[in-house]
């Protein structure tokens, strides 16, 4: 509800209204054709389309890199994986359409690049994972307390934590 009453605060005033509350001025107000009702607060292309997208893969390949995941091959713990995610979140009560995790969809097959969900991965399967993800991300950092490991998983906990309460307003459970 937040959203929308910001939405009709910024359609309630003028552009003038709003950038004169501002401390200080943006750049963006010199360029032609700026206007403040312009600007959004967009999550599923920030959030579901951007960040989580490079997250998620990220955690997996920390995960796997450092024996988190067990012992084996990347396809076989990305095939796991992704049976995991489907019940889970059948489980939890989202409908999730998720193909197989594969080396090449999740950036993961070459260590040079950057991972990254590849675009079969749609906003409302992000979300669906960004859940999963965090919850596995809590249990993994609590089963690995080893002082060497610590700072990534709770990184990766932390980050994984704050995504999914900032997406479903609530703490992920272990």
Not at 59 to 77: D, K, M, Q, T, Y
Not at 99 to 117: I, V
Request: charged share 20%.
């Amino acid at each position: 509800m937040r959203v929308c009453v910001w939405h009709l605060f910024i359609y309630a005033r003028g552009h003038n209204d709003i950038v004169g509350m501002a401390k200080k001025p943006s750049p963006w107000l010199s360029m032609p054709g700026f206007d403040m009702r312009l600007c959004w607060f967009d999550p599923m292309h920030t959030v579901f389309l951007g960040t989580a997208r490079d997250l998620i893969p990220s955690c997996i390949g920390h995960w796997f890199r450092f024996g988190l995941l067990g012992p084996g091959v990347l396809a076989e713990h990305l095939r796991v994986l992704s049976v995991r995610v489907k019940d889970e979140c059948r489980n939890a009560g989202f409908n999730v359409m998720l193909r197989a995790f594969t080396p090449a969809n999740t950036g993961l097959d070459k260590p040079s690049e950057f991972p990254e969900l590849s675009t079969v991965y749609k906003a409302a399967t992000v979300k669906s994972l960004i859940w999963f993800f965090a919850r596995m991300a809590v249990r993994i950092a609590d089963q690995n307390s080893d002082s060497t490991l610590f700072s990534a998983n709770f990184c990766s906990s932390s980050t994984s934590a704050a995504l999914c309460r900032f997406v479903f307003r609530t703490k992920p459970d272990r």
